[in-house]
């Protein structure tokens, strides 16, 4: 295990995409970070994830020097299907907005970007445990854990809390000043991961009245798929064979056709919410990525708002160093929120837009869905508005 230094410029708990990536970019100019990391490496590259990086995201990673592979191995995405029952239309990515997407698993990125930090020479001090901070409303925070059964300590000047959905960074800010936004939906996803070609070049999001179904995929010979579950639906309840039914029953009968079903390889249940939790600062303390908001997975957000967090906190940051001035810092959380929230309506739009609500017994509701769908299909400027999003408003 590599030996913990006594203090550093930014302390960033968490390593996964938002951690890692904003420790290279502040190294870039020149600031200096250590991430603290609860799991190993390991761990951490087993996470299979979402892989539909938004054109800005890609730049982003360019910039970072951490995109060869992703140039290399992923697919570049220049729309997606959109089916209802036995229709289905393609929304043209480039055609409406001069952009596309870049297929690559948030797995692969992450192996990348382990490998742009041992190579830049950050400090990812893994098997970090029992993290906790002092002094965020100070200058010098003190941030203490448990690494390989003693007790260290790291001063810093500030905190970025980049722990995920289940860290515990978003705790360190005063409850009595933070405000939380939550909507559950009543239902789930169940994943399945197969060593089979995908269905079609591009991804095809499904409305079906047996439920909502997406067709994704990994690369030329690994496909991802995903069906609507009930909400307390168990893994039990979904042999392979089962899944596959349901699939190819929520699918136009011309994809069908191209359905190659095979054993599966991994297989989840994904529960679907958005919440949000403001503001992203307090004090010495700057939250980045899943810890301060979670999006449902319809629309691919979650990874692209962890990147887009951390290049404006990479901006404050290093404003900060540079001159001095705390003007960007008192401005990051306001500014990162607003794109939050875009991209937490476009995913709430995309998750109502698409799924069978069990509770929607209201026909008016019923028609509004179905005409939201009618709309989208016939409307090119819907069509640009929902590629617009997709795609992923400007940083
Ligand atoms: N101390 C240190 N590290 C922690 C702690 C803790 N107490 N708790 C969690 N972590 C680590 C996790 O092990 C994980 O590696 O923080 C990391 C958080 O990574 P992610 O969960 O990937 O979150 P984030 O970096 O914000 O990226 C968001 O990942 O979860 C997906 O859908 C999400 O695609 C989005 C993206
Ligand atoms: C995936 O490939 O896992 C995926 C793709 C698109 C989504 C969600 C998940 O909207």
């Known amino acids: 295990?590599?030996?913990?230094?006594?203090?550093?410029?930014?302390?960033?708990?968490?390593g996964g995409p938002a951690g890692s990536l904003l420790a290279l970019l502040l190294h870039q100019r020149e600031v200096e970070s250590v991430i603290l990391e609860l799991r190993t490496r390991e761990h951490v590259l087993e996470r299979v994830r979402a892989g539909v990086i938004e054109h800005g995201s890609a730049e982003v990673l360019r910039a970072a020097g951490v995109a060869g592979r992703m140039d290399s191995e992923?697919?570049?995405?220049e729309g997606v299907q959109v089916a209802h029952g036995e229709e289905m239309i393609r929304i043209d990515f480039e055609g409406l907005t001069g952009k596309h997407v870049t297929i690559y698993g948030q797995t692969e990125l992450q192996r990348d970007l382990y490998g742009a930090l041992d190579s830049a020479g950050i400090q990812l001090l893994d098997e970090a445990e029992g993290v906790r901070v002092?002094?965020?409303?100070g200058d010098s925070p003190m941030v203490t854990f448990e690494r390989d059964g003693a007790t260290e300590q790291i001063r810093c000047d500030f905190v970025a809390g980049c722990d995920g959905a289940h860290g515990v960074s978003n705790g360190f800010i005063p409850p009595s000043l933070q405000r939380t936004f939550e909507r559950t939906y009543p239902f789930c996803w169940v994943?399945?991961?197969s060593e089979t070609p995908p269905i079609s070049d591009e991804l095809i999001y499904a409305r079906h009245e047996r439920g909502f179904a997406l067709c994704s995929m990994r690369s030329e010979s690994r496909s991802r798929y995903y069906v609507?579950?009930?909400?307390?639906?168990t893994l039990a309840e979904w042999p392979d064979d089962r899944f596959w039914s349901e699939l190819a029953a929520r699918l136009p009968k011309t994809s069908v056709a191209s359905l190659v079903t095979g054993p599966s390889i991994e297989k989840i249940v994904t529960p679907l919410r958005s919440w949000v939790s403001e503001p992203l600062r307090h004090g010495r303390l700057l939250l980045a990525g899943d810890t301060a908001h979670v999006v449902p997975p319809t629309g691919a957000k979650g990874l692209n708002l962890a990147i887009s967090d951390v290049v404006y906190l990479s901006d404050a940051l290093a404003w900060f160093y540079r001159a001095g001035s705390t003007t960007g810092l008192e401005g990051y959380s306001d500014r990162a929120l607003a794109r939050v929230w875009k991209a937490v309506r476009f995913s709430w739009w995309m998750t109502n837009m698409l799924h069978l609500f069990p509770g929607m017994s209201d026909d008016f509701e019923r028609r509004l869905q179905t005409t939201e769908l009618d709309y989208l299909f016939g409307s090119d400027n819907a069509q640009r508005a929902m590629a617009e999003n997709y795609v992923g408003l400007p940083l």
């Open 134 to 137: 002092e002094g965020i409303e």
């Open 1 to 14: 295990m590599s030996e913990t230094p006594k203090q550093t410029r930014v302390l960033i708990i968490g």
């Open 228 to 233: 609507q579950g009930s909400a307390d639906t």
């Open 191 to 193: 994943g399945l991961l």
């Open 74 to 77: 992923g697919f570049v995405h």
